[in-house]
């Protein structure tokens, strides 16, 4: 078979799935002639068969608001592939939630969970609630009767979800709750939990400080470092929080982040204050970054706008999946921007990733650089089982280390000719190549 031919053969099984279709392709196109060369990979029709999902579970959740409206969404969770360990994947509760893009995300988590290095399968879930304007107690309600229905389908060594678009620590809480009570026994079936009750230190920062590492050990391939270099963040969301973070404390200067309503230009950069009012505005379920400008009012408000039009060295989209198009692409380059580094997950387009291939940019893709926030999981889940926690240092230690291997390992398989390191490359030959082989391993099932 062709790639063309099994590309075709994918589209023609999952109609009306574009989101999931483009990630197989951007996988697939790199590994196949890893895949080819293999021929216990071939025996096994290892790629057929990593592509469909183990299961799909989808599911009705009923809520009633503060008003006595009856509402009703829909629960997804998808679980990928569990060859290494229990499926691993965040949960994402946005308007946007649908079949496509869960599967998407529950692929590219297969190949993430196996770069870390960790016992990990791949999995992701969600709904299409959007948590906008409700209130406290809508919100306890909706994720309590999320879990009424998935608590069946989790379990600590069966699958572990975290939060994601959507879901922090508030709706983890809630979930972790009602699951605890249907279950009757406190596991540690979800991570990003609490500090006082199994939550590790740094899992909320994990994401944004992992791709900040990944960044840095990027820029010293070429001699350079974050001092005094330019950056732009989209998103004020967790992960856009962790990297403002770390990027400032390693001497960058952000002076763009985003969010739906718009940009917010900042020439001064980021400080503390700055990035603790990021919080505040997430906090009040408040999607105006606008009200940035108003706080501080050397920052320039630009609406309808995206962050790729500022001149920077380095941008690091924080988002979601393609909030960077061709267009973006090219702004970037004529502003002499040497380096992208994806955070959320997919957020540049294939047509934007070709502008970067062309001018051999440093480029990483999500599935390398933010793997921090599940190796964190990781370590999270490793702390619940062995019944203690470890400090902040030990922690951030063992995250930086991890981001240090992936992107050895990316170098590893993406090194070219000419010496440029396709980072999209590598780290989907590092990820799939134990995946395929514990597949294989395992014998058909
Ligand atoms: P948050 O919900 O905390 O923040 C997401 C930000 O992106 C918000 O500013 C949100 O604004 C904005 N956003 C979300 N959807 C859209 C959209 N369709 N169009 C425009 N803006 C949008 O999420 P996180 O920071 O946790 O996640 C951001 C990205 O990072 C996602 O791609 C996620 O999958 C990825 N990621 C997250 C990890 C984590 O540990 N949290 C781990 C690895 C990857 P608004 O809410 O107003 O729409």
């Known amino acids: 078979m062709t790639f063309q031919e099994f590309m075709a053969k994918v589209e023609a099984r999952n109609p009306g799935e574009p989101e999931f279709i483009q990630a197989v392709k951007e996988v697939v196109e790199t590994i196949w002639d890893v895949y080819e060369a293999n021929p216990r990979f071939v025996k096994n029709n290892i790629l057929e068969r990593i592509v469909e999902p183990e299961r799909v ?28 360990g229990p499926y691993k994947g965040g949960i994402r509760f946005h308007p946007s939630v649908n079949v496509s893009v869960l599967k998407f995300l529950g692929f590219e ?84 939990k609490g500090r006082t009750w199994g939550g590790s230190l740094i899992r909320p920062e994990a994401t944004g400080f992992g791709v900040v590492y990944f960044t840095e050990e990027m820029l010293k391939t070429r001699g350079e470092n974050f001092k005094g270099k330019r950056v732009a963040l989209s998103g004020f969301g967790n992960v856009a929080w962790g990297a403002a973070q770390k990027v400032t404390e390693l001497g960058g200067k952000v002076v763009a982040i985003s969010g739906p309503d718009g940009y917010i230009l900042d ?19 408040n999607d105006r970054v606008s009200d940035y400008a108003d706080k501080f009012p050397n920052a320039k408000f630009f609406a309808g706008k995206r962050p790729w039009e500022v001149k920077v060295d380095v941008a690091i989209p924080c988002a979601t999946q393609n909030e960077l198009n061709a267009q973006d692409a090219q702004n970037l380059m004529d502003n002499g921007c040497t380096c992208v580094c994806e955070a959320a997950n997919m957020p540049c387009t294939p047509e934007a990733i070709e502008i970067f291939f062309k001018h051999r940019i440093l480029f990483a893709p999500g599935k390398a650089a933010n793997a ?63 995946v395929a082989t514990a597949m294989c391993d395992q014998g058909l099932v």
């Open 57 to 84: 579970i989808i599911f009705r959740v009923p809520w009633m608001d503060d008003q006595g409206n009856v509402h009703v969404n829909r629960g997804i969770r998808v679980q990928y592939n569990s060859a290494i």
């Open 372 to 434: 921090g926030g599940v190796a964190t999981s990781g370590l999270e889940m490793t702390q619940n089982s062995m019944r203690l926690s470890w400090t902040r240092e030990e922690v951030d230690e063992k995250l930086h280390a991890i981001m240090r291997n992936i992107h050895e390992a990316c170098r590893e398989h993406g090194t070219q000719a000419d010496g440029w390191v396709n980072y999209v490359k590598g780290a989907n030959i590092a990820g799939f190549m134990k």
């Open 267 to 285: 020439e001064e950069g980021l400080n503390e204050e700055k990035i603790n009012y990021m919080v505040e505005l997430r906090q009040s379920n």
């Open 109 to 192: 988590q297969i190949f993430k969970n196996s770069l870390t290095s960790l016992p990990m399968g791949g999995g992701k879930g969600g709904s299409d609630f959007d948590a906008r304007g409700r209130s406290d107690a809508e919100i306890m309600r909706f994720c309590q009767s999320f879990m009424a229905e998935l608590y069946r389908y989790l379990g600590p060594d069966l699958d572990v979800p975290a939060g994601d678009i959507g879901v922090g620590a508030r709706e983890v809480g809630y979930m972790f709750g009602m699951y605890k009570k249907l279950r009757n026994e406190f596991t540690g079936v979800f991570t990003g």
